[in-house]
Antibody, heavy 124, light 107 residues
C-alpha cells in the first residue's frame, strides 16, 4: 500500500528556510493532490497547502508569502519550503495524500494516507 | 477563513458508551467536512468524508451527519482503541480549516 515518509533537517535557525521532502512509496505520485499539515506540540492541526502533480498549488494565506511547494514526479517526491522561520514555526510537519471522490455530483477531498510526521525545531 | 468550533473540547466516557462530538462552521460549508482521529504521537487518520461517508476500512460504529453549519460525529459503542483526539476539517473554502479538537478520554 502507499506509504509516505517525510525527511529533512530537524533543527533550523531563525530567519532561515525550512525544507522538507515527502517520498511516496508503494504507488505513483501522479494524478493526486498532496498536502502539508503541521501541528505545534500539544496544539491543533494547521493546513499549510496543497499541490497537484501538475504543479498547481494552493497555500494557506497565513503562510502564503513564505511557502513554496514543488513536486518531482521522476522521484515520486514532493517538497515544502518555508522561509524566514521563527520559533512559531516549530511543529511536527506531516505530508498527506489527498483523495478526491465524487459523491452525488460534488467532489470531496480527504487526506487518506499520511506520513508519520517529522519534528522541526526552530532555534539558534 | 471559516472557523470551525468543536464541542466539547474534552469528553470522558466508558467502553460501550454512545458518544457524539459536534462541529460548527462559522458559515455554511455545504457538506464539505471530514472527521479525523489522532492518537498520541501518531498522524491523523481519516474517518469520514463528505460529512457522512465512511472511509474504507473504518469500523461502522463511526458515523457522521450534518450539512450547512452543524455537523456531528457519533461513535455508537466506544471501544478501547477509540480513545483519541478527534478533529473536524472543512474543505469548502480556502484555506481548509480544522476544529480545535475533542479529546476523548476513558472514564
Amino acid at each position: 500500500q502507499v506509504q509516505l515518509q517525510e525527511s529533512g533537517p530537524g533543527l533550523v535557525k531563525p530567519s532561515e528556510t525550512l525544507s522538507l521532502t515527502c517520498t511516496v512509496s508503494g504507488g505513483s505520485i501522479s494524478s493526486y493532490y498532496w498536502s502539508w499539515i503541521r501541528q505545534p506540540a500539544g496544539k491543533g492541526l494547521e493546513w499549510i497547502g496543497r499541490i497537484y502533480t501538475s504543479g498547481s498549488t494552493n497555500y494557506n494565506p497565513s503562510l502564503k508569502s513564505r511557502v513554496t511547494m514543488s513536486v518531482d514526479t521522476s522521484k515520486n517526491q514532493f517538497s515544502l519550503k518555508l522561509s524566514s522561520v521563527t520559533a512559531a514555526d516549530t511543529a511536527v510537519y506531516y505530508c498527506a495524500r489527498v483523495e478526491v471522490r465524487g459523491v452525488q455530483g460534488y467532489y470531496y477531498y480527504g487526506m487518506d494516507v499520511w506520513g508519520q510526521g517529522t519534528t522541526v525545531t526552530v532555534s539558534s | 477563513a471559516i472557523q470551525m468550533t468543536q464541542s466539547p473540547s474534552s469528553l470522558s466516557a466508558s467502553v460501550g458508551d454512545r458518544v457524539t462530538i459536534t462541529c460548527r462552521a462559522s458559515q455554511g460549508i455545504r457538506n464539505d467536512l471530514g472527521w479525523y482521529q489522532q492518537k498520541p504521537g501518531k498522524a491523523p487518520k481519516l474517518l469520514i468524508y463528505a460529512a457522512s461517508s465512511l472511509q474504507s476500512g473504518v469500523p461502522s460504529r463511526f458515523s457522521g451527519s450534518g450539512s450547512g453549519t452543524d455537523f456531528t460525529l457519533t461513535i455508537s459503542s466506544l471501544q478501547p482503541e477509540d480513545f483519541a483526539t478527534y478533529y473536524c476539517l472543512q474543505d469548502y473554502n480556502y484555506p481548509p480549516t480544522f476544529g480545535q479538537g475533542t479529546k476523548l478520554e476513558i472514564k
